[in-house]
């Protein structure tokens, strides 16, 4: 189960994508060494996890940067629209917290979050409300062909004759999108390239040239990793002390990643009065027994057994990431 913070991060990075870019060197990593324990050395006691710092986050894209991406590909959908005669403003994405941080990482770990907040997160309590998002403005039948593109109305009668409307064999960069047959759609004297002004910003932006790395790549390695620490011996008896200590609270909970379903905690009443004690039993339990210390010290020694195998790849995630951080720049003006 990946941890919060990282599922918001590949969220937004499969948002601001449009698509993921099947194809990419780099897609998936092997699970070379499992079901062997790394060793962790001695475990220091924690209670606490903020300023923790592990391995596979040197990669990691932060929340500042997926937003400037996406702002870049907005301006990139909006040129290429512009190519065909449309002016289209995309709306503007949401701006990023101002609360960046790991601190629930291995779930609730604050006793002053957890006296005040329960479960529910502080960072509603500090960031300033959303603005509510605008509506994408209204496109024409045309105007929504460039941006998709393929003609949804010509779509919907294909699919039910059993055909495509559209390429099916899309180009994985943009460097071959550039080589390869369009979508024979013309638009003002121009070709709709294939998958339309959505996909083209996609491409380049995540990948321009072939070999391009999953954007999603280091997500995945944070999450093997996870899963591998989940499974550790080490971690399932710290896991199993944590349980019994809540039991002897008077909660029944497996772990404390399901300890909200298990106990029935649901949006609206994290904070209530019998979230906060539970909130308060939880930490104090992690403390007890050194949860935190134990699972920090087990999944960062399979981050770095995972970062030491995957060096290769990850340096070319890294560079590619410069590379598209320099070029949202120039486009943010």
Avoid at 245 to 270: E, H, I, R, W, Y
Wanted: charged residues 25%; proline residues 7%; contains cysteine.
């Amino acid at each position: 189960m990946a941890h919060p913070a990282r599922l918001l991060a590949a969220t937004c990075l499969v948002s601001a994508a449009v698509l993921t870019l099947g194809g990419c060197a780099g897609d998936e990593p092997e699970a070379a060494g499992a079901g062997k324990e790394p060793d962790i050395g001695s475990i220091a006691k924690l209670s606490s996890t903020e300023g923790l710092k592990f391995p596979v986050a040197a990669y990691e894209v932060t929340s500042d940067q997926q937003y400037q991406v996406k702002k870049a590909q907005n301006r990139l959908i909006e040129q290429c629209m512009k190519r065909f005669g449309f002016e289209y403003a995309r709306p503007a994405p949401t701006p990023p917290s101002r609360n960046d941080s790991s601190s629930r990482v291995f779930g609730l770990a604050s006793a002053k979050d957890a006296a005040q907040f329960g479960y529910a997160s502080p960072r509603r309590a500090t960031d300033p409300a959303p603005a509510k998002r605008q509506p994408a403005p209204p496109l024409s039948r045309t105007g929504q062909t460039v941006l998709n593109g393929v003609d949804l109305v010509a779509e919907a009668e294909a699919k039910e004759q059993g055909k495509a409307a559209a390429p099916t064999d899309e180009p994985k960069s943009q460097a071959e999108a550039e080589k390869a047959p369009g979508t024979g759609i013309m638009v003002n004297g121009k070709e709709v390239p294939v998958g339309g002004c959505g996909r083209e910003s996609a491409l380049k932006l995540f990948a321009p040239n072939p070999g391009a790395v999953d954007i999603l790549f280091v997500f995945n390695l944070g999450g093997e990793a996870e899963s591998r620490a989940l499974e550790d011996s080490r971690v399932r008896k710290a896991t199993t002390k944590w349980s019994q200590c809540m039991a002897d609270s008077g909660f029944t909970t497996s772990s404390p990643d399901n300890v909200q379903s298990d106990l029935g905690l649901v949006q609206g009443k994290l904070s209530s009065p019998e979230a906060i004690t539970i909130a308060k039993a939880d930490v104090a339990c992690k403390t007890r027994v050194n949860y935190i210390g134990i699972r920090y010290a087990v999944q960062s020694a399979y981050e770095k057994a995972l970062v030491e195998e995957h060096a290769e790849t990850l340096a070319l995630f890294k560079q590619q990431t410069q590379d598209r951080l320099r070029l949202a720049a120039q486009l943010n003006g």
